[in-house]
């Protein structure tokens, strides 16, 4: 479906083959804000080496802005060094996004969507309107976030029944059937999973879900 001012796309090869080449023209700022390395990672990388283009170039202002999410292992806290290392600005909030995002020289704004059965759905809007609200929500959270210089890659402490309620999350189950099988009130149950949410960053409980395979016992701590 497209506008003349609005696109969508669905999966990261049509993102590519659609923008890619706006991801290597961009001249003036490019902000990327993402939840963890993965959302924007396989798309603008593929764009960047099919146009041949260093990351950066002068006069080009790079962002990007993560959640700590990001931080919530060693590999991938070394990746976002290697990142800042060439000259781009890494940020981390310590809240979730407003929206996982990319803006190329004030001119156009990419959404990305919920992975649906493992495939994003990405907006491109070049409406100056629109646009324009999404830089002010980046620039809202970048003057709010901190240095990664300043951050560590310990990953948020999470407890055994934490864990269970992310299992829970994980398999589909309603909140009164999750509070069920952990001998929660639902209430109790519900605050618990409002609590989680903040803590890893999640915009959504599918995204809270997702996270359970990276803090079983015997994954990270």
């Not at 300043?150 to 299992?167: E, F, G, K, N, V």
Request: charged fraction near 25%; hydrophobic fraction near 45%.
């Amino acid at each position: 479906m497209s506008t003349d001012r609005i696109i969508t796309l669905h999966g990261e090869q049509e993102l590519v083959q659609r923008v890619g080449h706006l991801f290597v023209a961009s001249r003036e700022e490019f902000l990327v804000a993402a939840a963890d390395l993965m959302t924007w990672s396989t798309g603008v990388n593929a764009a960047f080496r099919e146009g041949k283009r260093p990351h950066v170039v002068p006069g080009l202002t790079m962002r990007k802005l993560y959640t700590r999410r990001a931080l919530a292992d060693p590999e991938s806290h070394r990746r976002l060094l290697r990142i800042a290392a060439s000259g781009i600005e890494v940020r981390i909030s310590d809240g979730p996004l407003a929206r996982e995002a990319i803006i190329i020289d004030r001119r156009t704004a990419i959404l990305a969507g919920a992975p649906v059965r493992g495939v994003r759905t990405f907006t491109v809007v070049q409406a100056p309107e629109v646009v324009d609200g999404v830089r002010s929500l980046f620039r809202a959270t970048w003057e709010t976030a901190t240095d990664l210089a300043d951050c560590t890659a310990a990953p948020p402490l999470i407890s055994d029944q934490a864990r269970q309620i992310l299992q829970a999350l994980a398999a589909g189950h309603t909140d009164e059937t999750g509070a069920r099988l952990l001998g929660l009130s639902l209430r109790t149950y519900r605050r618990r999973v409002a609590e989680l949410m903040v803590t890893l960053g999640a915009n959504s409980r599918f995204q809270a879900g997702l996270l359970a395979r990276d803090f079983q016992p015997d994954g990270p701590q």
